[in-house]
């Protein structure tokens, strides 16, 4: 049986985001219980900043909706209400309970609440989650905490514990098990035995990751500032060909861009799943397509990217990312150097241009070559189209045909006449 405890003033309310509480308020003042759960109260407790918040409330999809006008319900089935507000998407999900009849029994974080009456409560949906850490339930107006499997003993500690027997919840769901790598990396938590367990001896599980799934749980995984540790992890616990099959993220251009991607985090700027993807399968590219020309590029590219696409599904956007930064590769490296205006207003320019300093800082490509990209782009207009000039093909004249003197030719005309 749970014991609820419930615990005071751990949290400083005033890192909750007025926003957020608004929307936590609004469901209130319109009778229905809202708290906020997951990592956002797993990480105020840490000290660090939620990524997202979620709110967890006693209104269904469809009451949630009425009382936010601009509310998306979200999802197969309807699971979580999507609210905008000023920081970003506020997500809302609904108590679970346990319900026999859902309609998919392996996934009950997805079971469907259409109806009030299929409505759980705060201790029946906890059951329902995945970590002990992840199952606090914060009253943001009282600042009490609610832990009813010592989510905080477990944090004071460092301990990530399965709620209930590891191989039941990952057999339930196998996405479970990347969840438990995540927070492993993300928050340097030490498993439990039975946990750790689990992770080595069902790891075949990871066989049935449902593509699409993967690919929204990579892209969580991937761009928060942890990418080189959760890279790491996949391969301490065997994890990797079920990810990203005929890859080794230990490889130096991998590491180059995993390192690279949690530094643009840290400074706040933009990061991209597909330039992971471009980096990770760029040698592969590369020997595939020998002759360099449009044909072989589009073909090798096809051919390559065919190998991720038995695990993750790669929207057309990301596709046509990692395309466009491999064949600029060739682009960049070009010299003479044609089109060079042409190469630098392209649309994924910084991105083969980020591929291309990596490589040339691992010796693969002319470090010159990188510099001189470097430059161009700090110089002012007049200077980019001198240093254009200086690398461009040099025009051959053409040899001007003799033309036979006018006269001449008149008189040609006269003889044949
Ligand atoms: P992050 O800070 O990365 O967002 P999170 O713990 O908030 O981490 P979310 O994916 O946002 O992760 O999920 C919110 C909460 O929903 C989790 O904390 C957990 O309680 C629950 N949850 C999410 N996915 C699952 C799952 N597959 N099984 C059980 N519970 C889950
Ligand atoms: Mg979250």
Request: charge should be positive; include cysteine.
């Amino acid at each position: 049986m749970a014991k609820l405890k419930r615990h005071k003033n751990l949290i400083d309310t005033a890192q909750i985001p007025k926003s957020v509480r608004r929307i936590v308020q609004k469901l209130r003042d319109n009778g229905y219980d809202a708290k906020l759960v997951g990592g956002c109260v797993r990480d105020l407790l840490l000290h660090i900043k939620p990524k997202d918040f979620d709110v967890v409330t006693s209104a269904t999809p469809f009451q949630v909706r009425r009382i936010f006008k601009q509310a998306q319900i979200i999802g197969r089935r309807f699971r979580i209400v999507h609210v905008k507000s000023e920081i970003g998407v506020v997500e809302i999900s609904t108590y679970r309970k346990w319900n026999k009849d859902h309609i998919d029994p392996a996934v009950p974080t997805r079971s469907v609440v259409r109806s009030p009456k299929q409505v759980g409560t705060m201790k029946q949906d906890h059951r329902l989650r995945d970590f002990t850490v992840n199952a606090l339930y914060l009253d943001v107006e009282k600042n009490v905490i609610f832990d009813f499997v010592g989510g905080l003993r477990d944090l004071k500690y460092g301990q990530l514990r399965c709620i209930g027997d590891p191989e039941t919840r990952f057999s339930e769901d196998c996405h479970r098990i990347l969840r438990a790598v995540r927070f492993v990396s993300k928050l340097d938590l030490k498993l439990t035995e039975d946990l750790a367990q689990s992770l080595h001896s069902q790891r075949d599980l990871l066989e049935h990751l449902e593509p699409h799934r993967l690919s929204y749980d990579l892209e969580k995984m991937l761009l928060h500032g942890y990418a080189r540790a959760l890279c790491n992890n996949f391969i301490k616990y065997n994890f990797l060909s079920y990810i990203f099959p005929e890859i080794d993220t230990r490889e130096a251009l991998s590491q180059a861009a995993l390192k690279n991607t949690d530094h643009r985090v840290k400074q706040c700027k933009p990061v991209r799943f597909a330039f992971l993807l471009a980096a990770f399968y760029w040698h592969d590219y590369r020997d595939l397509n020998i002759r360099n020309d449009r044909e072989a590029e589009i073909l090798a590219a096809k051919r390559v990217l065919e190998v991720p696409s038995q695990r993750i599904a790669l929207r057309a956007d990301v596709r046509d990312f990692v395309i466009e930064t491999w064949r600029l590769q060739a682009k960049l490296e070009q010299r003479p150097l044609r089109n060079g205006k042409q190469v630098l207003s392209r649309k994924r320019f910084r991105a083969g241009f980020d591929l291309l300093c990596m490589r040339a800082g691992l010796g693969e490509a002319s470090p010159e070559i990188a510099s001189w990209w470097t430059k161009i782009q700090e110089v002012s207009e007049a200077e980019q189209e001198q240093m254009l000039k200086e690398v461009a093909p040099v025009r051959k004249r053409r040899s001007k045909r003799r033309r036979r003197p006018r006269e001449v030719s008149k008189q040609i005309v006269a003889v044949t006449q």
